[in-house]
């Protein structure tokens, strides 16, 4: 890795070829919610090959994600794409179930691990047994500060990775209540959760994604990042599991010259670009629980009006 | 046989159909009935109604609050209730404790042992493994908040020292079959509780909307905020509260998120073949009067199934005021 990674996901073989990825260093092939997504890169090996080929053959690592929350039906085919990963060479795997995690120990030993945030690491005792299990990284769970990540990070000795932008994973379910709405709504499955679909209440807003919900608001530490360099991270996240090319590249381009500049000393951002942040959010911006307060609220210098979604 | 419960129901166990479907032979080895006692007085009627153990909290280590939790004083008599009836008493000590608050709870644990404490219930692989090496005659259970669905969840939490793992009341007897073909630790089922729509052990919708409000519920010494770590007041329940949704802007629904009560005692003869080792209710916050009522309804099932009968539970549901949804 150099001075920094900045990742993302993808979920399907569509949209990685609708995407310019220029602006990233690397990107998550799968969705981790459901099984049936529209042409789950985790259910479509060949896809799965062709997307890790295609994303190293932009110079960029490729890493495979797998399933938040896998019941034993699902296990047959988690074990195919770890073959298909370890295969085509991937650089790392993302496992959110432990069980995933010590299946993978036992199977491919030597296979890189990065460990997801739906697999709960809240502490360094707890990351310090997903170390021995194979864990390289670690995305902490979303719930604790940048404090409780650096004391993990500094008494384990593995990085972290940090979501930076994009909406905040908040739960994973086994059953989709979109699905409920087929007989209504011209959108059927596999398509009708990457519509914009908000839960409301007052001031409250999720995103639902059928199997998943994620935050209303955007996840935005782009006026921080100079303490998360300062701090050691190097390795940031943009999701955008759930989002368009134009959102997926339009972001990372803002980060990577925010990186860029902090790295060389300049901490500013141009005002042009919180304009574009803005077009790019449906309900607004947080900075999730990286300081230690309600994950919902923003913290810093910019007060960035709710949005209707 | 007819174990008369409280309410609408009642579990009668045929005769007939046991000699029909397996005849009738020694009584079976059955697995361990384990109630939620949230009180001395919950425990009392569990083990009157036929649990073979109750799992407490203690005060200030437990998760979901202060509601459902005893002192030590109250924790010593139910040990000691529990040892005069030959029976067991485990604790929940399910919150994800920082690194300080491990070494307190540790202690704590170490104490209480020695007064005759069997189990404790943990929701975090580290402080997992920390109990097993620093207190290992305990037995440890991994918590249904540690989010095991199966059979490799189950030999990870074999490989780092726990006796049990608990899985959701929602997996199938099948699953059951497939885990123990592999693992040799116990299967414990939660067969009576409330699916949420979100996994247990995998929500962070309350803190994302107000994180504020666990920690300033109620002055205590655990981490407050986070549901998942035990924080106090910390789920205000937005999962069974109205919700508008939303498609590209308009309004298309007023919606709950979708949540059921299981109480899956009409197939627990079929988790009992499948090789479930312990039958685990949830709700510390049910009154003494609703444990004792749903032990004895389980406890008839349990007895029946051990004796070869085929068990038949003729109520359509239990009363809401059963339910842990009714808490």
Redesign the interface.
């Known amino acids: 890795m150099g001075a920094f990674e900045l990742n993302t996901t993808i979920s399907n073989l569509r949209s990685l070829q609708e995407s310019d990825l220029s602006a990233y260093d690397a990107v998550y092939l799968g969705n981790i919610y459901c099984r049936i997504f529209e042409d789950n890169f985790l259910e479509r090996m060949n896809d799965l090959k062709e997307g890790i080929a295609r994303v190293k053959d932009q110079g960029l690592r490729a890493y495979v994600t797998s399933y938040?929350?896998?019941?034993?039906d699902?296990?047959p085919k988690v074990e195919m794409a770890l073959e298909t990963a370890a295969a085509a060479a991937a650089d790392a795997v993302e496992v959110h179930?432990?069980?995933?995690?010590?299946?993978i120990h036992e199977q491919y030993p030597g296979m890189p691990v990065h460990i997801g945030g739906?697999a709960?690491v809240?502490?360094?005792?707890?990351?310090?047994?997903?170390k021995e299990?194979g864990a390289v990284r670690f995305t902490p769970?979303?719930?604790i500060s940048l404090d409780?990540v650096r004391?993990i990070t500094a008494?384990v000795g593995i990085p972290a990775e940090l979501l930076v932008h994009g909406k905040?994973p908040?739960?994973?379910?086994?059953?989709c209540?979109l699905l409920e709405?087929e007989s209504h709504?011209p959108e059927k499955c596999p398509v009708v959760c990457q519509?914009?679909?908000?839960?409301?209440?007052g001031d409250?807003a999720?995103r639902?994604v059928g199997k998943g919900?994620l935050?209303g608001k955007d996840v935005c530490m782009l006026e921080h990042l100079p303490t998360l360099l300062a701090a050691g991270h190097k390795a940031f996240r943009i999701e955008t599991a759930y989002e368009t090319p134009e959102y997926r590249l339009g972001i990372a381009r803002i980060y990577r010259t925010a990186l860029e500049r902090a790295l060389a000393g300049d901490g500013t951002v141009d005002e042009s670009v919180w304009q574009m942040i803005r077009e790019h959010t449906a309900v607004g911006l947080c900075n999730g629980?990286y300081f230690g307060?309600?994950?919902?609220e923003y913290i810093g210098s910019r007060a960035e009006t709710t949005a209707?979604? | 046989m007819e174990a008369a419960t409280p309410g609408n129901g009642s579990l009668v166990a045929s005769g007939h159909s046991a000699v029909r479907s397996r005849g009738i032979g020694p009584p079976k080895k059955c697995a361990m009935l384990l109630a939620p006692a949230g009180n001395l007085e919950a425990a009392g009627q569990a083990f009157e109604a036929g649990a073979d153990a109750v799992y407490v909290g203690l005060k200030g280590w437990s998760r979901g609050g202060a509601r459902g939790e005893l002192d030590r004083e109250q924790l010593r008599q139910c040990i000691e209730l529990a040892h005069a009836l030959g029976k067991q008493v485990q604790l929940a000590a399910n919150i994800i404790p920082k690194a300080l608050e491990r070494q307190r709870l540790l202690g704590q644990l170490a104490e209480l042992a020695e007064w005759g404490l069997q189990a404790v219930i943990v929701n975090d692989a580290g402080f997992l493994r920390e109990v097993r090496r620093k207190l290992p005659a305990l037995a440890i259970t991994a918590s249904i908040g540690c989010g095991a669905l199966n059979t490799d969840d189950a030999l990870f939490y074999q490989d780092l020292g726990a006796t049990a793992v608990v899985l959701p009341g929602y997996v199938e007897p099948a699953e059951i079959v497939e885990v123990k073909a592999k693992a040799a630790i116990q299967v414990e089922v939660m067969l009576h509780m409330v699916q949420e729509f979100i996994q247990l052990g995998k929500c962070w919708m309350p803190s994302y909307l107000n994180f504020a409000a666990g920690e300033q519920a109620i002055p205590a010494e655990r981490l407050g905020g986070s549901v998942k770590r035990g924080g106090v007041g910390s789920c205000f329940r937005i999962c069974q509260q109205p919700w508008m949704l939303l498609k590209d802007g308009v309004e298309v629904d007023q919606r709950l998120f979708p949540g059921w009560q299981l109480s899956r005692v009409a197939e627990l003869g079929a988790f009992l073949d499948a090789g479930a080792d312990v039958i685990k209710i949830q709700g510390r916050s049910l009154s003494a009067e609703i444990v004792r009522a749903i032990i004895a309804m389980y406890r008839a099932a349990s007895d029946a199934w051990r004796c070869g009968q085929k068990a038949e539970w003729n109520a359509a549901a239990l009363p809401v005021m059963w339910t842990v949804r009714g808490r």
């Open positions: 938040a929350g896998p019941r034993n699902a296990l179930n432990l069980g995933v995690l010590r299946l739906f709960n809240y502490t360094d005792a707890g990351t310090a047994v997903l299990f769970n979303y719930e409780e004391a008494a905040m908040l739960g994973v379910s086994d059953y209540f709405y709504w519509k914009q679909l908000f839960l409301r209440q409250w999720m639902s919900v935050s629980f307060r309600t994950g919902g209707a979604c």
